[in-house]
């Protein structure tokens, strides 16, 4: 690749640390503005995405004081976007920033004109050596503390901190929800359908999952929610997986359906495209998800005092117990038979990461909103009676002889990992400063 160097600050080689640059955020945050002149704020920096597709997925960024959410895609070379083909790529339609090291085109007319870019090089702190090694550092399943050797004792120090990592983790969720309520103007159904909809999915999906929860008018869906195959057909459809060449009669006639649907409302849906099936377990692919979360547009109350009048976490399940047409009891996804008999539910894991995910902290930014703080109280008892989640952040903490019992030390814990050590906030973290203590004695 060309070497470009640009004052004192020499272009980095490969995409994949100017990535790591941007998740991590090693970049200077004050002054950022396009080459338009729109000035800049980072909300989230978004997910990233090892995947197809853009970069960066579900962004929330701030660009000419207006909030911005979708992808972000980074490139060395603002040609590079017109090199890698992504002004014919469907997926990268709803890209809302592009973020380069050199601005080497004038992109009228590529397709480009209309994407906000921005220049990260005079902002960058670290050399892309220096980025290299933080890379190697940066194992999800390893501590920053633990590179120098030593004892570490992780569950006095998380037992320590778990109250404030949950407040903040909690807050922080709270006030996405409590925003998008406001944005609502108090109407609770939609807001509940849309807070939802971004953990029905999984990660790799949850940007379709929003799309399709935002292209899906409220009073469509409120018009038929009381006939399940019109709503699967409604949301296979605005999901765009009814798109093509249909094998069985089940996805003929849900085309039928919906092609009425969409006549009739002046229906706009998204693309296939959204979706990833790579690397996903069967029961999580696109087709079933949506599915299921007709099934649960369906079926929730009306009155959304439903799941704040609980008094126990175990009171909430009933708010998801649903299924889907016997179609999905033997398919995984469209036209795909499966070799044996499926639940056509929610499993109990799923439900369990909704609750935890979702609808903990809706209670709590409904508390907000009303200005009735025991709501978070009862959203942190719930937590404790939610069993703890079984992923690869706990198992790191695991192998550190950390116990969980509950949804509540997991949700430490996974706030510990991702709000601290995968953004090297050593020395806001108690286990940190007590390293550093105890080397600067030796």
Not at 128 to 150: M, P, Q, W, Y
Not at 188 to 194: G, H, I, K, R, T
Request: net charge positive; hydrophobic share 40%; glycine share 6%.
């Amino acid at each position: 690749m060309e070497f470009f160097e640009l004052g004192s600050k020499m272009i980095y080689q490969q995409e994949i640390n100017l990535q790591f640059v941007w998740a991590k955020c090693l970049f200077d945050q004050q002054d950022l503005y396009t080459t338009c002149g729109q000035k800049v704020e980072i909300i989230d920096s978004g997910s990233w995405n090892t995947n197809s597709g853009p970069d960066f997925l579900l962004a929330k960024i701030l660009i000419g004081g207006i909030l911005h959410i979708g992808q972000v895609e980074l490139h060395i070379k603002s040609s590079d976007w017109i090199r890698h083909g992504h002004q014919q790529d469907d997926q990268y339609k709803n890209v809302i920033l592009h973020v380069v090291l050199v601005d080497d085109i004038n992109p009228s007319g590529l397709g480009l004109d209309h994407i906000p870019c921005l220049v990260l090089l005079p902002f960058i702190l670290l050399s892309e050596t220096r980025v290299i090694r933080l890379r190697a550092a940066d194992n999800r399943s390893d501590f920053h503390c633990l590179k120098g050797g030593g004892q570490i004792d992780f569950p006095v120090f998380l037992e320590q901190m778990s109250d404030r990592l949950i407040g903040e983790r909690m807050e922080r969720k709270a006030n996405t929800f409590l925003k998008l309520l406001k944005s609502y103007r108090g109407d609770y159904l939609p807001w509940v359908m849309a807070c939802v909809a971004a953990y029905f999915a999984g990660p790799l999906n949850r940007f379709g999952m929003e799309e399709l929860a935002r292209h899906t008018p409220f009073e469509v869906f409120k018009h038929y929610r009381q006939a399940p195959l019109q709503m699967e057909a409604l949301y296979l459809g605005q999901a765009g997986l009814l798109e093509g060449e249909l094998t069985d009669d089940y996805s003929t006639a849900m085309k039928e359906r919906y092609t009425f649907l969409k006549g009739k409302h002046q229906l706009k849906g998204i693309t296939k495209n959204y979706w990833k099936y790579f690397r996903l377990r069967p029961y999580a692919f696109p087709d079933r998800r949506v599915v299921l979360f007709a099934a649960f547009a369906s079926t929730f109350p009306i009155e959304v005092e439903r799941f704040l009048l609980a008094k126990q976490a175990k009171d909430l399940y009933g708010l998801l117990e649903f299924e889907c047409s016997s179609y999905w009891k033997e398919r995984y996804r469209l036209g795909a038979e499966s070799s044996k008999k499926l639940h056509a539910g929610l499993s109990k894991q799923l439900k369990d990461l909704l609750l935890i995910n979702a609808f903990i902290p809706m209670i709590i930014a409904l508390g907000k909103y009303r200005g009735q703080g025991t709501y978070t109280l009862k959203a942190f008892q719930f937590l404790k009676e939610l069993p703890w989640e079984r992923n690869k952040i706990a198992r790191a903490f695991i192998q550190q002889d950390v116990r969980f019992r509950t949804a509540f030390d997991t949700q430490a814990a996974i706030e510990l990992k991702q709000s601290y050590c995968s953004k090297f906030k050593c020395l806001s973290c108690a286990i940190g400063c007590s390293v550093f203590k105890s080397r600067d004695r030796t």
